[in-house]
C-alpha cells in the first residue's frame, strides 16, 4: 500500500502554521493572565507589611501584557513620569532591594532653601496631622509651604503666602509655621508650629530632620511575584490549551 501525502502538503503547511500561530497567541494569553494574578499578589503583599498604605501605593504598580510576537509579560512599579506626586519607584525601590528612599517634593524644596541639609530626610512628628492612612495631610503641608514662602514644585498648590489675605488667614488660624536647620533653643532641626492661646502660647515639632537610614527589605516583590507566576502559569496555560484546542478540532 503506498501512501503519498505531496497532493496534502499545502493544507498541512497551513494546519502547522496555524497551530504554530495559535500556541504563540495561547502562550501570550496565558502570560499575561498570570501577570494579573502577580499584580493583585504584590497588591496584598503591601496591604500586609505596610501599616495603612494609600491607594496611591496600592495602585502602583504597572503590567504590560504579552503579544504573540514578544511571549513576555511584565509587571513592574510605576515611573510616574507626567503625574503627581512622588514616583512609586522612587519610594519603594529602597522597601524591595534595601537602602535609603529618595527625597519627597517638600524635602527637596526645603533642601534647595538650605533649610534641609544634603542627605536629611523629615520625619513626622507630635504637631502632624495625619489622614486615615497615617500620612501628613496635604492641607498641612501646603500651609507650611506658603508659610515658609517656599517656591512650589508639582502637586503643591500656589498660593501668596505674603499677601494680606494670607496673613490674616495665619492669624485667624493662629498657627505659625517656622523651620530649624540647627538645634536651637533645646529644639531639634525641623519645622515647627507655634499656636497662641489667650494665656501664652505653645509650640510642638511637625516634621524632625534626620540623617536618612538605610531599609531593610520589606516588600517581597520578586518572591511573591515568582511563586505567583510559577503556581499560576500551569493553571492559565492548560485553560488556553483547551480552548485551541477545541477551536482547531472545530476549524474545517
Do not use: C
Amino acid at each position: 500500500m503506498r501512501l503519498n501525502a505531496q497532493s496534502n502538503m499545502d493544507v498541512i503547511g497551513a494546519r502547522v502554521a496555524e497551530l504554530g500561530n495559535r500556541l504563540a497567541i495561547t502562550t501570550a494569553v496565558a502570560l499575561t493572565h498570570t501577570a494579573k494574578d502577580v499584580q493583585a499578589a504584590i497588591r496584598a503583599e503591601m496591604a500586609q507589611v505596610f501599616d495603612r498604605p494609600q491607594p496611591y501605593t496600592l495602585s502602583s504598580t504597572f503590567l504590560k501584557g504579552a503579544t504573540k510576537n514578544k511571549l513576555e509579560a511584565r509587571v513592574w512599579l510605576k515611573d510616574n513620569p507626567s503625574g503627581k506626586g512622588t514616583p512609586a519607584d522612587r519610594y519603594l525601590q529602597p522597601q524591595i532591594d534595601g537602602g535609603v528612599r529618595g527625597q519627597k517634593g517638600m524635602e527637596r524644596l526645603l533642601q534647595a532653601r538650605g533649610l534641609l541639609k544634603a542627605g536629611h530626610v523629615a520625619m513626622p512628628a507630635a504637631g502632624a496631622v495625619l489622614d486615615e492612612n497615617g500620612n501628613v495631610k496635604r492641607s498641612q503641608i501646603i500651609q507650611i509651604l506658603s508659610q515658609l514662602k517656599l517656591q512650589r514644585g508639582s502637586g503643591y498648590e500656589s498660593r501668596k503666602s505674603d499677601s494680606a489675605a494670607s496673613r490674616r488667614t495665619v492669624k485667624r488660624q493662629g498657627v505659625t509655621y517656622f523651620a530649624i536647620r540647627e538645634s536651637s533653643t533645646g529644639l531639634k532641626p525641623g519645622i515647627y508650629l507655634k499656636r497662641i492661646f489667650a494665656q501664652g502660647s505653645a509650640v510642638r515639632p511637625v516634621f524632625i530632620f534626620v540623617a536618612k537610614a538605610a531599609y531593610a527589605p520589606r516588600l517581597k516583590f520578586f518572591e511573591v511575584g515568582g511563586d505567583t507566576a510559577r503556581a499560576r502559569f500551569p493553571v492559565h496555560f492548560n485553560a488556553q490549551a483547551d480552548k485551541t484546542i477545541a477551536f482547531l478540532q472545530l476549524s474545517p
